[in-house]
């Protein structure tokens, strides 16, 4: 018999496998958004508007500063009435003559309470100085009236005398012991003791400015009668 060989058998062929595909990225260039210019008008617009409906506002309805506190308000009070003293202010008054009392102030317009009126401006004396002309004066009280004012200022004693005709108004505000629309008031002035008017209460124009001189002795009553009223 013939010698059988064992052949191997071939191995199949190998399929071929396809190699894989792999994307390599693509570099795009970037693109920047751009608004349109109708977007970029109604931008505008609303900005416009919005300012404008501000500056209404602020038309009819004016915007407050900072508020002030109650120090820095009575520094500015204090201030208007010394610059109101050094410049010898006396507005808003008109002399009158009053039959029983001579003369007298009227007002002629508006005074709040509390506000300045005028000085009660005359000779500054000590109240030794005052007391020694008082009994001068006390010799004759018809002829010379009734215009010494004593007073205390940072607890010394001074005394106002307004006897001579000075021009100043202060000195013909008449007495009212019941119904007194004014007061008086010490203050300090670059230094120096005045005696101011200031609105005891409001006052109306046509009112006549009066306020207590505070004079109860009987000697000055007998004279001026009308100083007990």
Not at 92 to 115: D, L, N, P
């Amino acid at each position: 018999m013939p010698e059988r060989k064992l052949v191997k058998p071939s191995s199949p062929p190998r399929r071929a496998v396809p190699a894989k595909q792999v994307r390599t990225p693509v570099s795009r260039p970037k693109t920047r958004s751009v608004r349109s210019p109708l977007k970029r008008r109604q931008i505008r617009t609303k900005e416009e508007q919005k300012e404008e409906t501000q500056r209404d506002i602020r038309q009819y309805f004016p915007v407050r500063g900072k508020r002030k506190t109650a120090s820095e308000l009575k520094k500015l009070r204090v201030a208007g009435i010394e610059e109101a003293v050094l410049g010898n202010r006396e507005e808003g008054m008109t002399i009158f003559h009053c039959e029983e009392k001579g003369f007298g102030v009227k007002a002629t317009k508006s005074f709040e309470r509390g506000q300045f009126i005028c000085e009660y401006s005359g000779e500054l004396l000590s109240h030794k100085e005052g007391k020694e002309r008082e009994r001068k004066y006390d010799q004759d009280p018809g002829k010379y009236g009734s215009y010494m004012y004593f007073f205390q200022f940072q607890d010394v004693s001074y005394c106002l005398d307004c006897t001579m005709d000075n021009g100043r108004l202060g000195r013909l505000l008449n007495h009212s012991k019941k119904s007194p629309n004014v007061q008086t008031c010490a203050i300090g002035v670059q230094g120096r003791p005045c005696l101011i008017f200031k609105a005891l209460r409001d006052v109306k124009p046509g009112e006549e400015l009066c306020y207590d001189y505070g004079d109860r002795s009987q000697r000055h009553v007998d004279h001026f009668p009308w100083l007990a009223e």
